[in-house]
């Protein structure tokens, strides 16, 4: 089976930074691309970043320029650096690994989220 396990959340001061990182473990077949997801309170999860298997990157808007996302495939694990924190970047930030499932699709596993509390 394969797990994912968000961690590096925490609460931090308006304009600090925090590093996420988002392992995964088990047996995983080949990548489709991973992306980092948040949600706040009272609204919809939305994207944040994802990096895809031919390592093309989108950010979102809110966050370009501020937000870092990166992988290390040998640790197999994704990281979210986050500079230059707002309040409004306070969430339960997801981690999403997608892999090859078959010839044409892909299966999708989330982790429970970490929280990110920004302060001001």
């Known amino acids: 089976q394969v797990q994912v396990v968000e961690s590096g959340g925490g609460s931090v001061q308006a304009g600090g930074s925090v590093k996420l990182a988002c392992t995964i473990s088990g047996v995983v077949s080949s990548s489709c691309g991973m992306a980092w997801y948040r949600q706040a309170p009272g609204k919809e999860r939305e994207l944040v970043s994802s990096i895809r298997s031919d390592g093309i990157i989108n950010y979102a808007d809110s966050v370009k320029g501020r937000f870092t996302i990166s992988q290390d495939n040998a640790k197999k694990t994704l990281y979210l650096q986050m500079n230059s924190l707002k309040s409004e970047d306070t969430a339960v930030y997801y981690c999403?690994?997608?892999?090859?499932?078959?010839?044409?699709?892909?299966?999708?596993?989330w982790g429970q989220g970490t929280q990110v509390t920004v302060s001001s």
């Open positions: 999403k690994a997608s892999t090859k499932w078959g010839y044409n699709s892909c299966r999708d596993y």
